[in-house]
Every structure is written in structure tokens, then in C-alpha cells.
Nanobody
């Protein structure tokens, strides 16, 4: 099982980025995919999650209206579109896969597989 996150970078406040999480080695239909982030000196934080057929999504309050999670099962890829980025969004973003549960879980312990992180820096 492999999860490969990409798309991070340096962006100015108000800018946008799209993160990608490419999954391989498992049947993604039975899994939920989540995005988490960890800023320096802070605990890992849930950002967003999506179930296998995109019927169910969840986002933490601080990103609602700015971030959108989506997936393309033909490419086994989950995306996190991040608009109107703020300095507080600066963190290492990681994607993770866990056995689907409803409602979608926000707990890192419910995700079995993790990809390496991609750094997002929001700064002028």
C-alpha cells in the first residue's frame, strides 16, 4: 500500500494550491481518504476526508468555504483544492487511508496507511 502526496509549495496569502494523493496497492473502494496537517510545534490536525464514491465529505471548520476535497477513482487520486490560503494554513500536509466508516473519521488512529507529507508554506 502506497500513498504519494504532492503539490505543496510556497504561496502568498490569498493564493491557491492543489494537493494530490495518489494511492496504489489496495482497493480504494473500501477506504476513506483523509488529509491531515501538522504545523511546527503543533499536533497533527484533521483537514478533510472523503469516502470512496465521493458521496460523503467532511472538512474542519477552519477550511470550510476555502478547501475542497475530491477524488478521481479512475486515477486512484484524491485532491485537496486549497483556495484563499492563509499563513495559518502553513503546515506539512499528509494523506491517509482508512477502512471506510460513516460518519467519516477525523481521528488519525482510524487511518491505517499514511503517505509522506508535502510542505505548504503561505507567506508574503
Amino acid at each position: 500500500v502506497q500513498l504519494q502526496a504532492s503539490g505543496g509549495g510556497l504561496v502568498q496569502p490569498g493564493g491557491y494550491l492543489r494537493l494530490s494523493c495518489a494511492a496504489s496497492g489496495f482497493t480504494s473502494a473500501y477506504y476513506m481518504i483523509g488529509w491531515f496537517r501538522q504545523a511546527p510545534g503543533k499536533e497533527r490536525e484533521f483537514v478533510a476526508a472523503i469516502n470512496w464514491d465521493s458521496r460523503f465529505t467532511d472538512r474542519t471548520d477552519s477550511v470550510k468555504g476555502r478547501f475542497t476535497i475530491s477524488r478521481d477513482n479512475t486515477k486512484n487520486t484524491v485532491y485537496l483544492q486549497m483556495n484563499n490560503l492563509k499563513p495559518d494554513d502553513t503546515a506539512v500536509y499528509s494523506c491517509a487511508a482508512g477502512i471506510w466508516q460513516q460518519p467519516l473519521s477525523r481521528l488519525p488512529g482510524h487511518y491505517n496507511y499514511w503517505g509522506q507529507g508535502t510542505l505548504v508554506t503561505v507567506s508574503s
